[in-house]
């Protein structure tokens, strides 16, 4: 089956610093990305849809120039937490389009990432 | 924002029972999905049904959908411990997103 991964799956740093998280699929293009942020015994909350080769459409409420979002190729996206605090601590989970196209596809999603700021 | 809730919120039962959570939701669909979620864990799709259709199975699972009521039940038959996990349903938010109910936090004791 399709296979999303994530990286790094676990990151920990300084508030005010920057975090690169990279959602990839590995075995199939995805023209649409999508990225999610998890708080612990919670829902998932969709932050922004990633298209390739154009800019990323956010979800009301998700800051984009505090989320940088890049999906540079077919297959790579990422999400960039600029000037990270405490509170963007989270578990954050990407997820990709299956590659058959259409509006009942499912979703493959990635690992997730745990951001730790302290 | 989410689409809806699921109730119940946790379930605890012993392997062997069968675990029936449910889900809620606002708006008019064209299909709601399954996802199970181990924790700290991505999801996994477990199944979808299309809102013309009323029951769908898939091994151990058994999904209701009843759009009239704006609400679906996943069933698993034969617990087992594995089992343990959150179980999200999903519907389609328009531009092929997905809208997440709250989530049931299964637990299956030996």
């Known amino acids: 089956g399709a296979v999303v991964s994530q990286h790094p799956s676990r990151v920990i740093c300084k508030s005010g610093t920057s975090v690169k998280i990279e959602c990839r699929s590995l075995?199939?293009?995805?023209?649409?990305m999508f990225w999610y942020r998890q708080f612990p015994k919670q829902s998932l909350m969709l932050m922004a849809t990633?298209?390739?080769?154009?800019?990323?459409?956010?979800e009301q409420g998700v800051e984009k120039d505090k989320f940088l979002i890049n999906h540079a190729s077919l297959t790579l996206s990422t999400l960039t937490v600029t000037s990270a605090h405490p509170e963007d601590s989270s578990f954050y989970i990407c997820?990709?389009?299956?590659?058959?196209?259409?509006?009942?596809?499912?979703?493959?999603f990635g690992p997730g990432t745990r951001l730790t700021v302290l | 924002s989410q689409q809806g809730e699921e109730d119940p919120q946790a379930l605890s039962i012993q392997e062997g029972e069968n675990a029936t959570m449910n889900c809620s939701y606002k708006?008019?669909?064209?299909?709601l999905q399954w996802y199970r979620q181990n924790s700290g864990r991505g999801l996994v799709h477990l199944i979808l049904?299309?809102?013309?259709?009323r029951e769908k199975h898939s091994g151990r699972l058994r999904v209701t959908l009843d759009t009239s009521k704006k609400s679906s039940s996943l069933l698993i038959t034969a617990s087992r411990a594995a089992d343990t996990a959150s179980y999200f349903c999903?519907?389609?938010?328009?531009?092929?997103?997905?809208?997440f109910g709250a989530g049931t936090r299964l637990a299956v004791h030996p």
């Open positions: 997820s990709a389009r299956g590659p058959s196209g259409g509006a009942l596809d499912t979703q493959y």
């Open positions: 075995d199939f293009q995805a023209t649409t």
């Open positions: 990633s298209n390739e080769g154009s800019k990323a459409t956010y």
């Open positions: 708006t008019s669909i064209n299909n």
């Open positions: 049904i299309r809102s013309n259709e």
């Open positions: 999903a519907t389609d938010g328009g531009y092929n997103k997905l809208i």
